[in-house]
T-cell receptor, first 114, second 114 residues
Framework: DAGVTQSPTHLIKTRGQQVTLRCSPKSGHDTVSWYQQALGQGPQFIFQ???????QRGNFPDRFSGHQFPNYSSELNVNALLLGDSALYLCASRLWASSGYEQYFGPGTRLTVT | KQEVTQIPAALSVPEGENLVLNCSFTDSAIYNLQWFRQDPGKGLTSLLL?????REQTSGRLNASLDKSSGRSTLYIAASQPGDSATYLCAVMAVSGSARQLTFGSGTQLTVLP
């Protein structure tokens, strides 16, 4: 049973650049959420995708955007990178109609902005 | 706005000791509460999920309790081992909104000394 996978593992970008992170959900899951975790902090909700639509967004600027594909995989795009965007980006998946709503997390992508 | 607090922020104990990690949340209208483990630079591993209608869950040496009315949860670890060293995160799932987003605490960094 394939768990949640993310790529790349690590990424170094320069201020002002753009970055794309990728996530494949756990087998059978149709809903993908993205979280940002700054060093020493808990993860913060960025947004969630279901049926290729953004369902809910956290308190993040429009520089953060996403996409979900028909196979349920998802991308997170960040434009005009700032030093403060350096963080671990986590993807979580679940089944939209599940009764328990348990979410499963991937290993994350470590983004460093210099 | 839901806020989750974890106390203590860091804890160091000798091997074999039993310990309790605390989590509190401000809005008792939650769907469930999840405890996660995070090793340095890694993703999140789900330890225990407690639905809002439940009082506790157990898995091996771990026991988590939930008192929704008082906005508190505890994670009890019995007979701690050096391999338990990690950051433990508590997260509550919102009732409102379709995304069922998680709100996390900042975690308790546990060190078990051999």
């Amino acid at each position: 049973d394939a768990g949640v996978t993310q790529s790349p593992t690590h990424l170094i970008k320069t201020r002002g650049q753009q970055v794309t992170l990728r996530c494949s959900p756990k087998s059978g899951h149709d809903t993908v959420s993205w979280y940002q975790q700054a060093l020493g902090q808990g993860p913060q909700f960025i947004f969630q995708y279901y049926e290729e639509e953004e369902r809910q967004r956290g308190n993040f600027p429009d520089r953060f955007s996403g996409h979900q594909f028909p196979n349920y995989s998802s991308e997170l795009n960040v434009n005009a990178l700032l030093l403060g965007d350096s963080a671990l980006y986590l993807c979580a998946s679940r089944l939209w109609a599940s009764s328990g709503y348990e979410q499963y997390f991937g290993p994350g992508t470590r983004l460093t902005v210099t | 706005k839901q806020e989750v607090t974890q106390i203590p922020a860091a804890l160091s104990v000798p091997e074999g000791e039993n310990l309790v990690l605390n989590c509190s949340f401000t809005d008792s209208a939650i769907y469930n509460l999840q405890w996660f483990r995070q090793d340095p630079g890694k993703g999140l591993t789900s330890l225990l999920l407690i639905q809002s209608s439940q009082r506790e869950q157990t898995s091996g040496r771990l026991n988590a309790s939930l008192d929704k009315s008082s906005g508190r949860s505890t994670l009890y670890i019995a007979a701690s081992q050096p391999g338990d060293s990690a950051t433990y995160l508590c997260a509550v799932m919102a009732v409102s909104g379709s995304a069922r987003q998680l709100t996390f605490g900042s975690g308790t960094q546990l060190t078990v000394l051999p």
